[in-house]
């Protein structure tokens, strides 16, 4: 357990590649971060800065108190599970959880106490004597995460762990972590692509692109008020709903024209551009799809006109994508909640009416792309 | 469709049995001829009649006997060539072994700026017959007090150059993932405990390969002995020492006497090849990471 500071941590690698800057992050003792982004955004860089498997060009990386720029992997305490395993396969499932153990010296029973413990915890008792090749994906995983946390390590590092697993076991093992994370309680680091997985596991996100951190905050704060249109349009899926738009400002109240509508903000957004004395401007407009109703009650402002171009059943919901104003518009309904009318169906074509609350919208400078509302 | 296979494995078969023969028949005239009874070099021919044969007309083990007895050992000591030779290769087999292992595991694991000149001048000077610079090396000797016709000098000159054959070995640490290392230094090891504990037991198929070329190396070498050794019999090698068994003055006395020595010096290496050869043959790479 400890915590673990990253200050303007840079890496560059051979022939001036530079794969991570400017990363900035306090992680508190016993918190759960992942880091989420696409391929190549510079995540297992920085998880390798801190497992000390890779150099850090500059900046600065303390765990607990301490200084570890130059402290060799060994000496930082610190366990990873790699996302293909890297189990040994000349030993057993139980030398391999040993060995780390063996290494530290540690009485034998001790040893085996603790390994037949943390078997139990993954449910691994009965492959202990069986070398690695003879086990699952599933299986090895667990081994993997078994032999990081026989150390009872001061900071859990994890590579996208479950990359290499199949869709349903991918979720089982996801649950899993959870249980995992609130038994052995300690400081946790993991790398993901999957936003879902993100959103789940992670007390705080940080989400990257092209080595640089684009936000931090709990998934709430990253879903609920994304800080740039990368970040709106990487978390939640279906993707955000983007429309170029208009911010016009009359005096001190705010409007925005976006699908040939316009209509006024609601008072916390204006107060927001009020206080950043915001003027008029281009805009991206964001809306996510579940955020988007039917509109039956044409008196109510804003609603927009659409034709119903394909409708994706997905059981409890449907995916609805609309055309409006020559813009496609993605919309989730509730099965459930569905008028009776389109009980049995949408067809292409057909006219609907949408709207949304103001409270759920999002502005984004259409230059550099930062949020206007934060 | 049957038929032609059972004909393609047909000609397969007879060009393999003609191979096997082929390979067998020397070492079947080698130990045939080791026990018989009849003295006289290459042809047998009978006394009598002047025919020749290949099968011994009678067997006895005195060839055996007389390689260790007190009468030949004045002339020739093929016990004590025997255990010299043991303990060059002996040595020569552990230190050789170890300079690969270290070569390999450098130029596998660690980055360095002439990493890439260095194994491309290595890889060329491998390729040269190593004698060619016998000469030198015989001089270099001289200079050394005590090394001149010494057991040590044969030693370092068999195993000094081992680290250029770092080819096999290499790629075969390339192999290893990479990942396997990583994951030991955070589970506490130190490059060397990595190497140690991780690295070379995976590496246990090319380990032996190498165990047992280099142990291989001063039973067949001859050149090198003999430039080195010159008349210094006490400390020649059995490959050099049985030689002088069948040279022109001695070859019609002692050539069944050779054939017993040549058989007796293939079986501790025999031995070797059967002890090793489980781990030779089995591979240990599976599982590692995802397959
Ligand atoms: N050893 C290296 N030498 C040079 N460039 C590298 C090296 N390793 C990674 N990079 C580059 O650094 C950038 C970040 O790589 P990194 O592996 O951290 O990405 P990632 O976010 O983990 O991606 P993924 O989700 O695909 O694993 C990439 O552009 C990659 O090409
Ligand atoms: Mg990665």
């Known amino acids: 357990m400890a915590t673990v500071t990253l200050k303007e941590l840079k890496k560059v690698y051979d022939g001036n590649v530079v794969a991570v800057q400017a990363f900035d992050l306090e992680i508190a003792d016993k918190e759960f971060i992942v880091l989420v982004g696409p391929s190549g955004c510079g995540k297992s860089t920085t998880l390798r800065m801190v497992a000390g498997l890779e150099e850090i060009t500059e900046g600065e990386l303390y765990i607990g108190d301490r200084l570890v720029n130059n402290v060799a992997p060994k000496d930082r305490d610190i366990a990873m599970v790699f996302q293909n395993y890297a189990l040994y396969p000349h030993m057993t499932v139980y030398e391999n959880m040993a060995f780390a153990l063996k290494l530290r010296k540690e009485p034998k029973e001790v040893i085996r106490q603790k390994v037949q413990q943390a078997a139990e915890i993954l449910d691994i008792t009965d492959y202990l004597q069986r070398k690695p090749k003879a086990l699952s994906g599933g299986q090895r995983q667990r081994v993997a995460i078994g032999r990081a946390i026989v150390r009872d390590p001061q900071v859990f590092l994890m590579d996208e762990p479950l990359s290499n697993l199949d869709a349903k076991l991918r979720n089982q093992m996801r649950a899993e972590i959870i249980k995992l994370r609130q038994r052995i309680d300690t400081t946790f680091i993991y790398v993901t692509h999957d936003q879902t997985e993100a959103m789940t596991l992670g007390d705080r996100i940080v989400i990257m692109k092209d080595g640089f951190v684009k936000q931090i905050g709990t998934p709430q704060e990253v879903f609920n008020h994304p800080a740039n249109l990368f970040v709106a349009g990487f978390i939640g899926s279906p993707q955000m709903n983007f429309f170029d738009a208009d911010l016009i400002r009359e005096g001190d109240n705010y409007k925005v024209r976006v699908l040939g509508r316009e209509f006024w903000l609601d008072e916390e957004r204006q107060g927001i551009l009020r206080s950043k004395d915001m003027d008029s401007r281009r805009v991206k407009f964001g809306v996510r799809p579940e955020h988007i109703v039917l509109c039956h009650d044409l008196a109510l402002e804003p609603h927009f006109h659409a034709t119903v171009d394909i409708s994706e059943m997905m059981g409890s919901s449907v995916h609805l994508h609309v055309e409006s104003e020559g813009q496609e518009v993605v919309i989730i309904l509730e099965t459930i909640a569905l008028p009776d009318v389109y009980r049995a169906g949408f067809r292409h074509g057909d006219p609907i009416n949408f709207t949304f609350g103001g409270n759920v919208i999002h502005l984004f400078d259409a230059e550099t792309e930062e949020s206007l509302l934060l | ?291």
């Open chain 2, 1 to 291: 469709m049957k038929f032609r296979k059972r004909i393609s494995n047909a000609i397969i078969y007879i060009i393999l049995s003609i191979l096997a023969l082929i390979w067998i028949l020397p070492i079947g005239y080698l130990v045939l001829s080791s026990f018989r009874v009849e003295q006289g070099s290459y042809f047998m021919a009978d006394r009598e009649t002047g025919k020749q044969y290949v099968m011994p007309k009678a067997y006895t083990l005195n060839n055996y006997k007389r390689l260790f007895s007190a009468e030949a050992r004045k002339m020739f000591d093929f016990p004590r060539w025997m255990w010299n030779t043991f303990k060059i290769a002996f040595f020569t087999c552990v230190i050789s072994t170890v300079f690969v292992l270290f070569t390999s595991y450098a130029l596998s694991r660690l980055r360095f700026k002439m990493r890439r000149p260095l194994m491309n001048v290595a890889l060329v000077l491998g390729m040269f017959p190593g004698f060619m610079s016998i000469i030198a090396i015989y001089h270099l000797i001289g200079l050394v007090p005590g090394l001149a016709q010494s057991h040590a000098a044969l030693i370092m000159i068999y195993s000094g150059g081992a680290g250029l054959s770092y080819f096999i070995m290499k790629g075969f640490f390339d192999t290893i993932p990479f990942e396997l290392d990583e994951a030991a230094y955070l589970d506490g090891c130190t490059k060397w405990q990595t190497f140690i504990k991780v690295t070379v037991p995976l590496a246990k198929p090319v380990v032996t390969y190498t165990v047992l070329t280099t142990f291989m190396v001063p039973w067949v070498d001859f050149i090198v002995a003999g430039t080195i050794m010159k008349d210094k019999y006490e400390n020649f090698t059995v490959a050099y020492g049985l030689f002088e068994m069948i040279r022109v003055e001695n070859i019609n006395v002692w050539f069944t006497t050779f054939l017993a020595g040549a058989v007796l010096v293939s079986i501790p290496i025999a031995i070797l090849f059967l002890i090793m050869q489980r781990s030779y043959v089995e591979g240990v790479t599976g599982g590692a990471v995802k397959g």
